[in-house]
């Protein structure tokens, strides 16, 4: 079963059990894969989010797909959303915005990060935030995890 969802100017596809997500930077566009059976993920009735009162490492919750972004939401709200990401080496975000503020949290590897122009290179601990409104982009220099918050104000679009 596939639902399509569209992320300002990226199209994204998600199946139920998984997120595996090839990032096409001439197209502009994600494209979804099988993911291996050794892949393993918790899921539940909220399409694929953390259980709750259950602990879970970070690295065993998204694995690094060769040549691919991989994604899963943990949690979301009408506040917001927090989302892990998976980069292989050399996978990127091309530059856009968001109508809200982002918090990137690094889990392992390395990102370069602009934002309005500015390059950043963050590693693992390190946070960076991003503005509503102001245009960004992420490359994995490495193979990286990094947890996204969404920070909506209250009253804004889910």
Known sequence: MRRRRYCRGHRFTRRVSFIRLTFIKD???AVAHNVPSEVKMMS??????LDVSTVA?????????PAAIVSRVLARTTGGSVTLFAFAAGQELSEH?????ALVQVVDGRLEITIAGKPLSVGPSEVVVMPANVPHALRATEDSRMILTMLREVGEGV
């Open 27 to 29: 197209v502009g566009r």
């Open 44 to 49: 539940d009735s909220r399409n694929n989010m």
């Open 57 to 65: 490492a970070l690295i065993d919750l998204v694995a690094v797909a």
């Open 97 to 101: 915005t968001a109508p809200f503020d």
